[in-house]
């Protein structure tokens, strides 16, 4: 490169570092020669001297996950702005598949970490934090080592279940999951039973865990609601509701005629006013911005205080919730 363009290594250097002095003749002719020579600078042996690659390495636990797809786009697009880019690995289900990804994430040499999974526990999280920059987002966490940015759920969970009961619902049906399936939905759903009772309306839990199919959890939720006369059903995301009402329909109930629905996370396109879900949307954007700016200033200032930022989300009115009385 250097003999190419006719100047020292050292020059070469503080052009494409843009440290140092230079002429304008000289950066003209270094950037000559990195345009004949298709040059591409490697960030990794720059990290080697600099200590930094100018990378963020993120883990997220489910790929075809609507929301962490949406929050991986914005995290992108601030990193970027921010001067860095992004990393990214999944996880396949398990607490050991994700640590080791992580662990792969820093052998990258990466400048910090962030891990959008309601799966992992804090303290594997946590084991990284002394050594690079980490935060938690997408889920409620207040290790103290650890700082996180995410929706409220157990304010959203309250919201939308207000909205349930305002809506006239007495008798509500509530897809519960367990703790070890997901932390957030987890949360929600108990949130929901919370509020539903705190409002003296009936409250009756059926379980969704992962490993059920929607079948199966709609056949539950039959027995539920013709044992019980219950209107509407509560289910932890957008993507189960869907399921929920396509398994319904092949069992002759039709939403919301028959029986009202309501989903958690308002991610685009199923946010759209045209299909009319009622739900609950995370502020997503604002997650994953700031999530990206914590991480960033961790990075520059390793000292940094541990924050713990909870923002609230949203209900979106929409057609799957009939009013009753």
Request: with cysteine; aromatic share 4%.
């Amino acid at each position: 490169m250097a003999a190419h363009a006719g100047v020292s290594k050292s020059a070469v250097s503080r052009v494409l570092s843009g440290s140092g002095r230079f002429s304008d003749q000289t950066r003209d002719r270094v950037e000559r020669a990195v345009a004949e020579l298709g040059y591409v600078a490697n960030a990794m042996a720059r990290g080697l001297v600099s200590g930094r690659t100018h990378t963020i390495g993120m883990l997220v636990r489910d790929a075809s996950s609507m929301v962490y797809a949406a929050l991986h786009a914005v995290m992108e697009r601030r990193a970027s702005e921010l001067g860095y880019r992004m990393v990214t690995t999944t996880g396949v289900g398990r607490v050991e598949d994700e640590k080791a990804a992580l662990a792969a994430l820093v052998s990258m040499r990466v400048d910090g970490l962030v891990v959008c999974s309601g799966l992992m526990p804090a303290t594997e999280i946590a084991e990284f934090a002394p050594r690079l920059a980490t935060v938690v987002a997408g889920r409620p966490e207040l290790h103290p080592a650890l700082s996180s940015v995410y929706c409220d759920e157990v304010g959203g969970g309250s919201d939308i279940a207000d909205v349930v009961v305002d809506a006239g619902h007495r008798t509500v049906v509530v897809l519960t999951v367990p703790v070890g399936d997901a932390l957030t939905q987890h949360a929600r759903t108990a949130a929901m039973l919370d509020r539903v009772a705190a409002r003296g309306r009936t409250a009756i839990a059926v379980g969704a865990g992962f490993a059920r199919t929607p079948d199966e959890i709609a056949g539950d939720v039959v027995h539920a609601v013709r044992g019980s006369g219950a209107t509407v059903v509560m289910c932890p995301t957008d993507r189960l509701l869907l399921d929920l009402c396509d398994a319904l329909a092949r069992r002759g109930i039709s939403v919301p005629e028959d029986l009202s629905v309501t989903g958690f996370d308002g991610v685009f396109p199923l946010s759209a006013d045209w299909i009319g879900l009622t739900t609950l949307r995370q502020p997503v954007e604002q997650i994953g911005q700031q999530a990206i700016e914590l991480v960033v200033g961790h990075i520059d200032d390793p000292d940094r205080p541990v924050e713990h930022r909870s923002l609230r989300g949203t209900v979106l009115p929409g057609r799957t919730l009939r009013r009753r009385g």
